[in-house]
C-alpha cells in the first residue's frame, strides 16, 4: 500500500511539472524598430556566419501565412487562425518573454522542434497607442 500511495504522488509531481513546463509565452514584437540583435557564437553557423541582424521582420506570403522573424527565429501564422485585437491595457495582465530567453530553453530542449517546448507563443504587436495585435503563431525551425 506504501508503494501505491509513493507511485502516485511521484505521477502527480511528475504530471504537474510537465504541465508546467509548456507554458504559454508571450513575445512582443515591434516592426518599427531598427533595432539590431546580435546572433550568438553557436548560433552562427546555422545562419551562415551571421553576426548580428536586424531585431525584427514581417513578411506576408501569397498563401495567406505571416512570417515573423525576431532575432533571425521564424514564427509563422496562417492568416486564417484568428488574429485577436485588444486594448493596451492587455499588456498588464500578461508577461511578456525575452526572446534570448526562450532561445536558450528551446537549444536545450528540443532545437529541431521548438514549436514542442512551449504550448503556446504569441507575438504581441502594437499597432497605435491603444491597440494590441495578438498572433497565435508555431515557432518553425529553418536554416537560412
Same mark, same amino acid.
Given at each position: 500500500?506504501?508503494?501505491? &500511495?509513493?507511485?502516485?504522488?511521484f505521477f502527480?509531481?511528475?504530471s %504537474?511539472?510537465l504541465?508546467?513546463?509548456k507554458?504559454? +509565452? /508571450?513575445? =512582443?514584437f515591434?516592426? @518599427?524598430?531598427?533595432?539590431i540583435?546580435?546572433i *550568438?557564437e553557436?548560433?552562427?553557423?546555422?545562419y551562415?556566419?551571421?553576426?548580428?541582424? +536586424?531585431? &525584427?521582420i $514581417? !513578411?506576408?506570403? $501569397?498563401?495567406? #501565412?505571416?512570417? =515573423?522573424y525576431?532575432?533571425n527565429?521564424?514564427?509563422?501564422?496562417n +492568416?486564417? !487562425? @484568428?488574429?485577436?485585437?485588444?486594448? #493596451?491595457d /492587455?499588456? $498588464?495582465t500578461? +508577461?511578456l518573454s525575452k526572446?534570448?530567453?526562450l532561445?536558450i530553453?528551446v537549444? $536545450?530542449?528540443? *532545437?529541431? /522542434? *521548438?514549436d514542442?517546448?512551449?504550448?503556446?507563443?504569441y507575438?504581441?504587436?502594437?499597432? @497605435?497607442d491603444s491597440t494590441?495585435?495578438k &498572433?497565435n503563431?508555431?515557432?518553425q525551425? &529553418? %536554416?537560412?
Open positions: 500500500m506504501k508503494t501505491y &500511495y509513493l507511485f502516485s504522488l502527480v509531481f511528475f %504537474i511539472s504541465a508546467q513546463e507554458s504559454t +509565452k /508571450y513575445v =512582443f515591434d516592426s @518599427n524598430s531598427s533595432e540583435c546580435k *550568438p553557436s548560433q552562427q553557423g546555422r551562415h556566419g551571421t553576426t548580428s541582424i +536586424k531585431r &525584427y $514581417k !513578411t506576408m506570403k $501569397k498563401d495567406e #501565412t505571416i512570417d =515573423f525576431i532575432c527565429e521564424l514564427f509563422s501564422l +492568416k486564417k !487562425t @484568428n488574429i485577436d485585437t485588444c486594448s #493596451t /492587455y499588456l $498588464k500578461i +508577461k526572446i534570448e530567453d532561445i530553453r537549444n $536545450k530542449e528540443n *532545437p529541431l /522542434y *521548438p514542442q517546448v512551449f504550448e503556446k507563443i507575438i504581441i504587436e502594437q499597432i @497605435n494590441l495585435l &498572433y503563431v508555431k515557432w525551425y &529553418y %536554416i537560412e
